[in-house]
């Protein structure tokens, strides 16, 4: 995903539908997280979508409108706050910054914004990034299946390093150390401690450079290179 | 006399905004208007019938959860409300075992109808010729993955190509559309 064309060949194929589970949850997440990118996708959208609208009607079955009342407006209150994700997620976007003051002070800026706190979701994403074009990790917390993963998108890890996974805030008093990150990182989300969705809302994800293998005290020693913030998807 | 002109895209829109406000008789007008459109797009991803209705249904569950993110400026009504009614089918397809069930024989005969022509809108018009600038396996490959929801892999078995080459040509194909759509704009 290294050159734009290569990100505009991801929007496209999203659209077009034909990534695989992985690289789809990789758009998915890049969508919240990334204005640029979904501006692609919409673009690919209405390039496409002429094929959709110019299928013959299929006649549907006279039940079935009674079952989509129920589903959509029986179980929503009329009232329901229709939550943004984009707005949120640029909100949340504008504070991930690389370094651990800024990352407490992220945390801090949440708990100051109750409103900003995520509902009950069972899916998390997090897009770390440095300063600079695009995303190094996509990292996903999936409480339903009980996983967390990482995927490198652009990373590089040095010779002779490792890139650490920690976690901060949700109510840490420190960083807390995730693991090294592998080519294939997946671990339980019960490493996390305690799964909540408000918790994690208020999580932020970090990638220090450590020594390879992993830092040697418990609590990152080297620099912290890409940050970002747990967001809800729907 | 009533001279203004019955404009679809605007009763659409107009709807969607009363739906983002909670209005259940304009989430029913909305249904009347393009369920069976939507249904055409979700039945051509889901051959069985049961499941392209499950795939309606929670596209409509989310435009009455999503309506007031409709941006008019952004994209014309109808082609935001298929691109729902996709996704969900998509996301159906891909959660279901169906591409174990079905064979790749059975799906030879497509049973989703392209209207004719002459009802062709000037976007349709515009697309058709420029997927008619790739070579036709290539735009086989483009509309069976936009109509039926088929993976890489699928198209791999059916094109008797590797994955990766499916990939590159796939990719291929959508920048040369990208640059003829764009292009004729």
Known sequence: ?234 | MNAIAHDPDLELSDLLTQIAGGDRHAFGRLYDLTASRLFAVTRCMLRRPEMAEEALQEAFVRIWQKAGAYDPGQARPMGWLATIARNQAIDLRRRSAEREVESLDDDDGQTYGIMPEAHFSFEMKRLRDCLAVLPEDRQDMVLLAYYQGWSREELAARFSRPVTTIKTLLRRSLAILRECIDGKL
């Open chain 1, 1 to 234: 995903m290294a050159s734009s064309e290569d990100r505009d060949g991801l929007a496209a194929e999203y659209v077009l539908g034909t990534l695989d589970d992985a690289e789809r949850r990789d758009a998915e997440a890049l969508i919240v997280a990334d204005a640029t990118f979904r501006a692609g996708v919409e673009a690919w959208e209405k390039r496409l979508s002429p094929l959709a609208l110019a299928l013959e009607p299929v006649a549907v079955p006279e039940q079935l409108r009674a079952r989509v009342m129920t589903a959509a407006v029986g179980e929503v209150l009329p009232n329901a706050t229709v939550i943004d994700f984009p707005a949120r997620a640029r909100r949340w976007r504008s504070v991930a910054i690389a370094g651990w003051a800024v990352a407490a002070a992220a945390t801090g800026f949440v708990l100051l914004n109750p409103a900003a706190l995520p509902p009950s979701q069972g899916r998390f994403v997090a897009v770390l990034e440095a300063e600079g074009p695009g995303p190094a990790f996509i990292a996903s917390v999936d409480i339903d299946r009980g996983t967390i993963s990482v995927r490198p998108v652009s990373a590089t890890v040095p010779e002779g390093k490792s890139h650490e996974l920690w976690a901060l805030g949700g109510g840490r008093d420190k960083p807390q150390s995730l693991g090294v990150i592998a080519a294939d990182f997946r671990i339980p989300s019960s490493r996390l401690g305690k799964i909540d969705s408000v918790a994690l809302g208020d999580t932020v994800f970090a990638v220090s450079l450590e020594p390879e293998g992993g830092s040697p005290t418990g609590q990152p020693t080297g620099p912290v290179l890409f940050t970002g913030k747990l967001v809800a998807t729907e």
